[in-house]
């Protein structure tokens, strides 16, 4: 009994010297330089979360969705934060690229302008001068908006440019209008100018469809399942903890960049990203799950006004997954 005693005492003590699991390493790229719609991964990373799932999250910041895509489609990150119908692009012509979770459900895009102009529908867009980025996502939806609105390209007039040359029109007078996303060109509009900024919604003009989502190389995914479901489950649980606290989530992005921006802006425009989380038909799931119709309906759409090849439409499927969300 007393040999029994010593063998259990040797094997306790060593397990309890035993080092615990090293957390996995999880690189994820965002869409671009950081603005309010990342804050839940930075207040999932401040609050711990992605370190109960067992998840070391490096967060990096991306220089365009394209390019995020190609970093994880070449396994330079392991999942990538970018705007879904980009991803598909490169999806339908080989990139071994897949979406673990589709968290803007709703579009984000518009066209805005600053309050003052008093620019509210489509009608009071006769008559004004509009900027746009050409060949970017928003200037390849722009003429189904106008087909929606019944809107014609000589009912106002296009001066073109980059992204910062776009903005620059708006901020400087030049342009009454931009093509941006809600969340994103008119709160930079706003640190520029201090001037709020009205926003016609695409979505409210009947273009359903998704927007950013995280995206992982398929071979990893196959490779680290369990991986991919601890971080869905932490990401998932971040954006939810995130919602409930919005200008505490925009914090956790200045704690960790303090020049990331300003904290009204970067908490209003985290607040204008929560609506695009969820769809009527999503309204009462949880965040990532997103709907087959929702995603046919973006790879339709893709195909007719976005340039994507018309054999997406063949698979819809093969774009995303649900598999490795939490229930």
Do not use: C
């Not at 950081?34 to 067992?54: D, R, T």
């Not at 087909?147 to 901020?171: H, P, R």
């Not at 200008?247 to 921006?261: F, R, T, W």
């Amino acid at each position: 009994m007393r040999l029994v005693a010593i063998l259990a005492t040797l094997l306790i003590g060593t397990m309890l010297a035993a080092p615990a699991k090293a957390a996995d390493k999880v690189v994820l790229m965002l869409n671009w330089y950081v603005y309010g719609e990342h804050a839940p991964f930075y207040y999932g990373k401040a609050k711990g979360i992605y370190a109960a799932e067992g998840i070391d999250l490096e967060i990096q910041e991306g220089r365009g969705s394209a390019a995020t895509t190609q970093a994880v489609a070449a396994k330079t990150a392991n999942f990538g934060y970018v705007d879904v119908p980009t991803m598909m692009r490169a999806a339908v012509k080989g990139a071994p690229i897949i979406a673990t979770g589709v968290l803007l459900q709703t579009s984000p895009m518009s066209v805005m302008g600053l309050v003052e102009k008093n620019i509210r529908k489509p009608e009071d867009i006769k008559g004004k001068t509009v900027a746009i980025t050409p060949a970017d996502s928003m200037t390849q939806i722009w003429p189904l908006f106008l087909k929606k609105t019944g809107l014609k390209e000589s009912d106002f007039t296009t001066v073109a440019g980059d992204g910062q040359t776009k903005l620059n029109a708006v901020i400087n007078g030049q342009a009454d209008l931009l093509l941006g996303y809600v969340m994103d060109q008119s709160m930079k509009i706003k640190d520029a100018t201090g001037k709020d900024v009205y926003p016609i919604k695409f979505a409210d003009y009947g273009i359903n469809m998704v927007s950013s989502g995280l995206v992982a190389n398929t071979d990893y995914v196959k490779a680290n399942p369990d991986v991919v479901k601890r971080f869905m489950a932490a990401t998932t649980k971040a954006v939810e903890a995130a919602e409930k606290d919005p200008k505490g989530a925009a914090q956790s992005i200045l704690d960790a960049n303090p020049k990331g921006g300003k904290i009204d802006t970067l908490t209003q425009g985290f607040e204008l990203t929560i609506p695009l989380y969820r769809t009527p038909e999503t309204k009462d799931r949880r965040p990532f799950q997103v709907t087959d119709q929702n995603m046919t309906d973006t790879v339709n759409l893709m195909v007719e006004y976005g340039g994507l090849d018309a054999k997406a439409k063949d698979n819809p499927k093969a774009f995303y997954t649900n598999e490795y969300l939490p229930k």
